[in-house]
T-cell receptor
Framework: DAGVIQSPRHEVTEMGQEVTLRCKPI?????LFWYRQTMMRGLELLIY????????DSGMPEDRFSAKMPNASFSTLKIQPSEPRDSAVYFC??????????????FGPGTRLTVT | AQSVTQLDSHVSVSEGTPVLLRCNYS??????LFWYVQHPNKGLQLLLK??????LVKGINGFEAEFKKSETSFHLTKPSAHMSDAAEYFC???????????FGAGTTVTVRA
């Protein structure tokens, strides 16, 4: 398996522009997670999906952020409008389950977002 | 609620010498514990995990960790460091049936030739 795939790997945009980050989870994984990593706050969970349905979006910072999972093999995280403080590395992860032996999250390589 | 504390923000070792990365956890449940490694500009890779089976857990690349409930610790060790071990390491805890992983602040490992 190719692992979790994210695109783009790097994104530089100007403040106010819309940004869309993409993720393809590992085939067969029912859970998909979006994280943000910054120096100040470390790794933070933004939202997670189970079987394409958003379950917990309490980590989404504000209404400018939205995430969708139209099918089992694709998810997007959108920021509109983007702001400089959104600059971070955004990771997507997927897992088979939430407990026991199935509970390991596999992370993608991340998207480094810079908003100028 | 659960949390982890990584006791060292930076560890520097010589190639061929042992590596010890310390992690203490706090959890209301029987925890699941993980160590992830992140190489520069890369994603997080799972090194090993503890999920209430054997307390000594062996992972990839010669790493192992021991779960000590009495000390609420899950320290990561490797007997002989390699240059390729230079990276950032995260200790992670989750509660029982709790998808929310709590990440430690990370320990940066530097390996000297």
């Amino acid at each position: 398996d190719a692992g979790v795939i994210q695109s783009p790997r790097h994104e530089v945009t100007e403040m106010g522009q819309e940004v869309t980050l993409r993720c393809k989870p590992i085939s067969g994984h029912d859970y998909l997670f979006w994280y943000r990593q910054t120096m100040m706050r470390g790794l933070e969970l933004l939202i997670y999906f189970n079987n394409n349905v958003p379950i917990d979006d309490s980590g989404m910072p504000e209404d400018r952020f939205s995430a969708k999972m139209p099918n089992a093999s694709f998810s997007t995280l959108k920021i509109q409008p983007s702001e400089p403080r959104d600059s971070a590395v955004y990771f997507c992860a997927s897992s088979l389950g939430l407990a026991g032996d199935h509970y390991e999250q596999y992370f993608g390589p991340g998207t480094r977002l810079t908003v100028t | 609620a659960q949390s982890v504390t990584q006791l060292d923000s930076h560890v520097s070792v010589s190639e061929g010498t042992p590596v010890l990365l310390r992690c203490n956890y706090s959890s209301s449940y029987s925890p699941s514990l993980f160590w992830y490694v992140q190489h520069p500009n890369k994603g997080l890779q799972l090194l090993l995990k503890y999920t209430s089976a054997a307390t000594l857990v062996k992972g990839i690349n010669g790493f192992e960790a021991e779960f000590k409930k009495s000390e609420t610790s899950f320290h990561l060790t490797k007997p002989s460091a390699h240059m390729s071990d230079a990276a950032e390491y995260f200790c992670v805890v989750s509660g029982q049936n709790d998808y929310k992983l709590s990440f430690g602040a990370g320990t940066t490992v530097t390996v000297r030739a």
